[in-house]
Antibody, heavy 120, light 107 residues
Framework: QVQLVESGGGVVQPGRSLTLSCTASGFTFSSCALHWVRQAPGKGLEWVAVISKDGKNKYYADSVKGRFTISSDTSKETLFLQMSGLRPGDTAVYYC?????????????WGQGTLVTVSS | SYELTQPPSLSVSPGQTARVTCSGDAMSKQYVYWYQQKPGQAPVLVMYKDDERPSGIPERFSGSTSGTRATLTIGGAQPEDEADYYCQIVDSSSTILFGGGTKLTVL
């Protein structure tokens, strides 16, 4: 059974940094691309970033490019999102999501999310 | 940049057919995926590659596409289908796009 458990959310001041983690289990970590997707309070879903299953390729939404960095540690089966230069508009629930082994472009499994609030 | 357009809301009576639409220029030649999200919960994949239903999703859910429009059809909607529904594609620049979401009320 696939499990994705996010952690690291909280309240942070504008301009500061925060790192989110997503611990995975129930599947071969290196077999699938992994994503971060966020959802601002009362709003829709927004894709944030993806890392390929071999960790070599990373893509970002324009809204976070240059500020956020996605990475993974296969030995710990953990996905990370380093967020810097945080803005109030980054306030959202951040979900970790797993792609299928053969298609990186959609989300078959999701974590329950971790809330990031950017406020002074 | 591309956008995917969904109607903000849709209301049907139990047992009626609900059709959730998603349109956008970027949709041509791209697979469409659909997610269901209930309040306070993470999204759930209900359709992939236009019309493929994941295991565990009821047969009343079906998907179709035509040109720049995709439709998620719930044949005989049930009260438990009340949720937000989002369409999703990957555009030509490998960016993942979501539609704005449709709130389906079954009442």
């Amino acid at each position: 059974q696939v499990q994705l458990v996010e952690s690291g959310g909280g309240v942070v001041q504008p301009g500061r940094s925060l790192t989110l983690s997503c611990t995975a289990s129930g599947f071969t970590f290196s077999s699938c691309a992994l994503h971060w997707v966020r959802q601002a309070p009362g709003k829709g879903l927004e894709w944030v970033a993806v890392i390929s299953k071999d960790g070599k390729n990373k893509y970002y939404a324009d809204s976070v490019k240059g500020r956020f960095t996605i990475s993974s540690d296969t030995s710990k089966e953990t996905l990370f999102l380093q967020m810097s230069g945080l803005r109030p508009g980054d306030t959202a629930v951040y979900y970790c999501a797993k792609a299928s082994p053969t298609n990186w472009a959609f989300f078959g499994d999701w974590g329950q999310g971790t809330l990031v609030t950017v406020s002074s | 940049s591309y956008e995917l357009t969904q109607p903000p809301s849709l209301s049907v009576s139990p047992g009626q057919t609900a059709r959730v639409t998603c349109s956008g220029d970027a949709m041509s030649k791209q697979y469409v995926y659909w997610y269901q999200q209930k309040p306070g919960q993470a999204p759930v994949l209900v359709m992939y590659k236009d019309d493929e239903r994941p295991s565990g999703i009821p047969e009343r859910f079906s998907g179709s596409t035509s040109g720049t429009r995709a439709t998620l059809t719930i044949g005989g909607a049930q009260p438990e289908d009340e949720a937000d529904y989002y369409c999703q594609i990957v555009d030509s620049s490998s960016t993942i796009l979501f539609g704005g979401g449709t709130k389906l009320t079954v009442l």
